[in-house]
Structure formats: structure tokens, C-alpha cells
């Protein structure tokens, strides 16, 4: 990773073993510790990430991470996802903090909804939402 010509990080190639050294490096410790690696698939797409315990405390906003085939985005839609996911733990507009990562055929987004390309459009928009809430509440119920 680089900003503005300096090197950040350096990482050699890996596979998912080497996932949560990397993203307690990237995300710090006391966020590594306190949240639950959470994965899950359907026929178009794959999502994995880390979402923050139930009873981690606080709330880091500026730990929303949604990548979609390794590209930052913004997107209301998974955080909806996540609301969805944490509504009987959490009340409020609060989000936990979170990573979410989504591998998807290119061809079922749209890019070009902003042009920095930090939004998309999806086309299986109720898929991937009822995806990342049952992933996630999957990883929540094997905490309690």
C-alpha cells in the first residue's frame, strides 16, 4: 500500500491463514480482539469480514470497511445489512465497527454510479443484503 509515494505496508502473497495477522496489523488490536471473523456464500457471490463482538464496547465509525473484489466503497446498503444483523443486540442508529468483503462477478455491479467509483449499484441488491445479515448473525450466535 502506498500514499502519496511512501510505502505503507508490504505484504507477500497469502492465503486465509494469514487473514487475521494481517488484520489486526491493518485494524488495530483492540478491534482485532473484540470482533468475530464471519463468512458465507451463495451461487453469485462470497462474503467474509470481521464484525465487532456484542460486548465490545463503544463505536469506532471510522471502522466501516466495505471492500467489493478488494476495492474500498461506500455503500448504505451493507451497512443496512449490518444494522439488520445487530437489531436485537443493538438499538439505535449506531453501526458496529466493521470489515466486510465481498468477491462478486463484476458484471452483476454497476461502477458508475459515482464518479470516483466508491458507489455501485447491485443487481441482486436483496441477495447480498439477506447474505452478509445471515452471515454475520451466524458468526453472533456462535458467540453466545
Known amino acids: 500500500l502506498y500514499h502519496n509515494d511512501k510505502k505503507i505496508f508490504s505484504f507477500r502473497a497469502g492465503n486465509k491463514n494469514v487473514m487475521p495477522e494481517r488484520f489486526q496489523l491493518l ?16 451461487n453469485s457471490c462470497e462474503v467474509f469480514g470481521w464484525v465487532a463482538k456484542p460486548t465490545a464496547s463503544g463505536s469506532a465509525s471510522d471502522l466501516h470497511l466495505r471492500f467489493i473484489n478488494s476495492r474500498y466503497i461506500r455503500d448504505r446498503v451493507l451497512d443496512m445489512a449490518v444494522k439488520l444483523a445487530y437489531k436485537d443486540i443493538m438499538f439505535g442508529h449506531k453501526l458496529p465497527p466493521y470489515s466486510i468483503h465481498l468477491v462478486i462477478d463484476p ?34 450466535a456462535r458467540e453466545t
Open 27 to 42: 485494524a488495530g488490536r483492540n478491534f482485532s480482539n473484540d470482533s468475530l471473523y464471519f463468512e458465507g456464500g451463495s
Open 107 to 140: 458484471a452483476t455491479i454497476d461502477c458508475n454510479v459515482h464518479p470516483t467509483k466508491e458507489e455501485v449499484r447491485f443487481a441482486n441488491l436483496n441477495e447480498i443484503k439477506t447474505l452478509i445479515k445471515e452471515s454475520i448473525q451466524n458468526a453472533l
